[in-house]
Each structure stands twice: as C-alpha cells, then as structure tokens.
C-alpha cells in the first residue's frame, strides 16, 4: 500500500500542482530572528493535533538560529482538559497573546459545531491569523480557520471523515482530499492525527531549509524526505 | 527509501525473529474490563514520548468494551514543565497512583542521567512495573525501566543515538537497534519520537485484536498495517 501510495504521489507530482520541496521557491533567506507560534486550545482539543507541530516547531531552536518559541494560547487562564483528559495550563489568553507569526489551530471536540458559535474565539483567531505570517489548520482545525475568514479564495483540506461536512458547511470553498496537508500561500491545512507531523517538518523545511528540517526529524525519529509524503503546493 | 525498508522489514521478517501480527499468540480473548495504562510524567518529559501513546491507548474506549483509561502520575502534584515547555497538571503522585495494567515510562531530558538518581522514582517504577502486565518506554525511558530492573534478561531498545550509551550503561542487556520497537513478554520498547505510535498500536492489537486497532489507527490518520513497520518480537 505504501508502495502504490509513493508511485501514485509521484504521478500526482508530475501532473497536478503537487510538488517536492526542490521546487519551493522561497521568497527570502532563513530568519534568524525568533518566530513565535501560537497554539490555540481549548476544552477538548486534541492531543496530537496540539503536540506534533509544536514539538517539531520547538525543537528548531536546537538547529538554527532563532528558530521558533512556541506557546499556547486559551481564551482565559483555566487550566484545558485536552480530549483525551490531559490537564494544560495555557501559556497566554486572548488579552494577553503576544504577537503570532506562525498560528496555529488544533482540532479540537467541538470543532465542527460549539466552537464556532464562540465569538470571541473566532474574532481572535481572525484577528491574529490576519496578522500571521501562516495559518496552520490540523484536522478540523480548518473549520475554525474557515469561519474565520482565513480560507477564503483558498484551498484546503480537512479530517478525512470530516471532507463532506466541511464541504457543506463551506461549498465556496476548494477542499482536497487524500492529501496529508495544502499549501496555499499563508495556508497549510492538514488532515489531522499522525499526518499533523508532516505539515510541521514541511513548513520547517519552508522557513529554514532542508538541511535544518531534517535534523529536527532526526530527534523525532523522522526520516524526513518530502518526497515520501503526499500534499499539494497551490500556485 | 520507504520501499528499501519494507523489503528489508519483509527479508528480515522471515530470517530473523520479526514477524507479522498475524503470527501473535494471544493468551487469552480482548479483555471487557477497562484497562488502566499509567504514564510516568517528570519535568523535561517529551511531549510526543507521551502523547502518542496516551492518545492511541485513550480512543480505544471508543472502539472496545472497556478499553484503556488513561492518567498521568509524577512524583508529586506540582505542574510538570515538559521539555517543549507544556505545563501539565499530573492526575496522580507517587503515593495517589491507582493500580496500572500498562506503565508507559516516556522520555525525560534527564532519563539518562539525573533521572536514574532519583531513588524514589525508580523505586516506584520497580514497583509499579513489576506488578503491571505490560511495561512499554519510549525513547530514553528504556534506561529508567533497565534501571529499575524491568529489563532485566529482555530484549530492548531505545533512541538511536543513545544506543551506545545504553549499550555502555547496560552491558548485560540485549539491545537492538534499526527496528521501531521491540516486544520481549511484558516488556515493549521504542525508539521513540513518531515512532512512539507505532509500538502503541502494536500494543492495541495485542489486546484488543486487528480490528480495534484499525479503527484507533483511523481516528489518528494511520492505515494500521503491521507489516508496514519494523519491530521485534522475542520469543
């Protein structure tokens, strides 16, 4: 199977706008100043939607200069029961937030439905994600990131379970399915779970380089080589 | 590369003692009674060591009768710093911990030196490891359960870089290295970093069978196949 899906990527490299890494074109010299990432969380968020970017976003300080702080963020100080019962304190609140280059939504339970209906969040997660250099959805993080105006003209995709309702909820929309994660400018949207390590190393790879996202996919046992992943880079 | 390491994983199943999960002799049918896996959490844990099997061993109560309840236990109530700079609240200290089925010992910063001094930890995971059915690390915690003499006459592995240390720390041991993890009775241990989910999906099917394990793996974006992974089982 993994065989197939390897061969099937390579295809879809060649004819569609799935591309390796060779071909980024990126727009300016790694920083050396820090980026920070903000992870959004609330009740009920997800564990490994929280944990495998801010694990790969972190560990960049040991390999570059600069390199990414990350921290969380929550609409008020409580401590966050994760989906699966961890219990977090957060980092910052909405007023107390600093300045976000790298914005990042997990999913979390109510994702497709309470959450949205939370004001407050969604205005700052526009507010912040207008201001961010990328929007990083995992799994049904792209709701969130959808009802806040910042997939609008874009194209994304979501938890594959959840590609139809996303669809319906959002029929402006170009939404991708069977991908690990779309790249579309200061979007990347990913499926979710385990893939959400993937959109991490690949936007680590984005910023400073392949040779600095493979040695933080050294310390996570991660052979990274974006040819082995299926995503799609949106001219 | 990933089909150079299938067909190696595929070779090296047929001359050596790795094989398919279709090979597993399970003692005994899925238990129905709730399982508890207890996760040793110290300041400088890695998240991912963690997470990655708190969240697979925690959706099986969605798939199973019972599953797994899932908690975490510290040497105290104070809020662990993780290595990444997550503030965890524990569930549980040393003299609070309820029985465990499954210990899971992830990572720490310190696993390999300080840590191994810390008399009172190590006495617990003695303890504890002894009287659990199954004792699963990842990463660097293979040295806290080789030190408190749950390896003791297994077969085990650790992080790739620190299988040297291990090997020098632990002379006496029979260590692997190249395979995602290593299964020898009631002893798994991991490589770590994302391959931290592989061993705990391995662990699922054991107990729980092929089927459960699939639909976790589903809930996590992960096609669980065993034959797409590298591991050992010691007979």
Redesign the interface.
Known sequence: ???FL?IFGILFATSCTTKTSNDYARDSEAPSETLSAGFLIVDGV???EL??P??IF??TIFHTDGGIR???VAPNRD?ITTF??????P?FDFTTSPPIDILVVPSAENSMDTDLENSEMINYVTTMGKRAKFNVSLCDGAFVLAKAGLVDGKESTT???DVERYRQMFPELIVHENVSFVHDGSLLTS?????S?DVAMYLVEVIYGREVAKKVG??????W?PA?YQFIVVK
Do not use: C
């Open positions: 199977m993994k065989t390897l997800y564990n490994s944990i495998a801010f694990d972190q560990h990350v921290f969380t401590t699966e019962g961890l219990k977090i304190i980092d938890f594959p379970s499926q979710g779970g385990i893939k390590y050294k310390g996570l046992v991660i052979d080589d082995n």
